[in-house]
Nanobody
Framework: QVQLVETGGALVQAGDSLRLSCAAS????????MAWFRQAPGKEREFVAS????????GYADSVKGRFTISKDSAKNTRYLQKNNLKPEGAGVYYC????????????????WGQGTQVPHSS
């Protein structure tokens, strides 16, 4: 079993930068890929970025390309989401997800989920 813990959520303003972290523990050797999803109030969870566990492939939602970067620290079993030039529509709960045997942009491709970290935007 894989456990995921997200940290780094904070109140932000438009144009700010923020880095989210996702620490994996347990059977990390089984993980094939990890991803970040965002869920705004009253909306479905949507894909933000993904990375193969090895770091060999990354993917991004069109809305964050050029602003967000997903990366890894293998020694710490941690994956990061660096968010730059934040926009109000990016507010919500950010979830880290892990996949055993899958990779992609869909919620159903991922088997393990963290508890989420809040990223609200000030008006």
């Amino acid at each position: 079993q894989v456990q995921l813990v997200e940290t780094g959520g904070a109140l932000v303003q438009a144009g700010d930068s923020l880095r989210l972290s996702c620490a994996a523990s347990g059977r990390t050797f089984d993980i094939d890929a990890m991803a970040w999803f965002r869920q705004a109030p009253g909306k479905e969870r949507e894909f933000v970025a993904s990375i193969k566990w090895s770091g060999s492939n990354t993917g991004y939602a069109d809305s964050v390309k050029g602003r967000f970067t997903i990366s890894k620290d293998s020694a710490k079993n941690t994956r990061y989401l660096q968010k730059n030039n934040l926009k109000p529509e990016g507010a919500g709960v950010y979830y880290c997800a892990g996949s055993i045997g899958g990779y992609g942009r869909y919620v159903t491709a991922f088997n393990s989920w963290g508890q989420g970290t809040q990223v609200p935007h000030s008006s």
